[in-house]
Structure formats: C-alpha cells, structure tokens
C-alpha cells in the first residue's frame, strides 16, 4: 500500500501561482511515475503533468509554460509549481502514484481561480 498526502491548494486570483505538493509513503518503490490529475466540476479527470523517477516529464498541452512539476526521490515528494494561473484551471486536484499494475490516489485538493 501506498498513501499520498497532499498540500497547497487555495484560492488565488488569475495571474497568480500555486505550488502543490505530495508526499508519498508506504511501500515505495525506486521506479515510479507521480503526477498530478485534475477534475473540474462535469468534467473528466485529466492528466495535468507525469514525472518518471528517471525526471522525464509530460504536461497537458493546456498547462505547457506555465506549470512545472518536480520531485524529490529522497522525500518521495512531487511538486507542481502553477504560474499565470487562469479560472480553467479551477479544479480538484489530485496526487498519482503508479508503478507497475499499481495506481493509488491522493484525496485530492481544491485549486481555485478567481477572475
């Protein structure tokens, strides 16, 4: 089992950032991929940035330039910086950790942007 553990969402007004973080903990193991989902209400969930253990990373198209995600392998930590944020990006957020077969979920946290 793995438990992720979520942190820094808010409200914020557009143009603003956000920087969100998830720690993971549990049975980890070295070669993963986290990352952040989000889901806004009547929308499915999307994938908004993926980081592999190795550093590769993969972005929404929608967030490209203006959100990075990070992560520090001893903390078992991922990050995402949100800069220049827009009311679109209101949503829930959530932590992913998948290795292997194995996809566990943060419970989420609220982002939102106020125009």
């Known amino acids: 089992q793995v438990q992720l553990v979520e942190s820094g969402g808010g409200l914020v007004q557009a143009g603003g950032s956000l920087r969100l973080s998830c720690a993971a903990s549990g049975n980890i193991f070295s070669i993963n991929t986290m990352g952040w989902y989000r889901q806004a209400p009547g929308k499915q969930r999307e994938l908004v940035a993926a980081i592999t253990s190795g550093g590769s990373t993969n972005y929404a198209y929608s967030v490209k330039g203006r959100f990075t995600i990070s992560r520090d392998n001893a903390k078992n930590t991922v990050y995402l910086q949100m800069n220049s944020l827009k009311p679109e990006d209101t949503a829930v957020y959530y932590c992913?950790?998948?290795?292997?077969?194995?996809?566990?979920w943060g419970q989420g946290t609220q982002v939102t942007v106020s125009s």
């Open positions: 992913n950790y998948l290795v292997g077969p194995y996809n566990y």
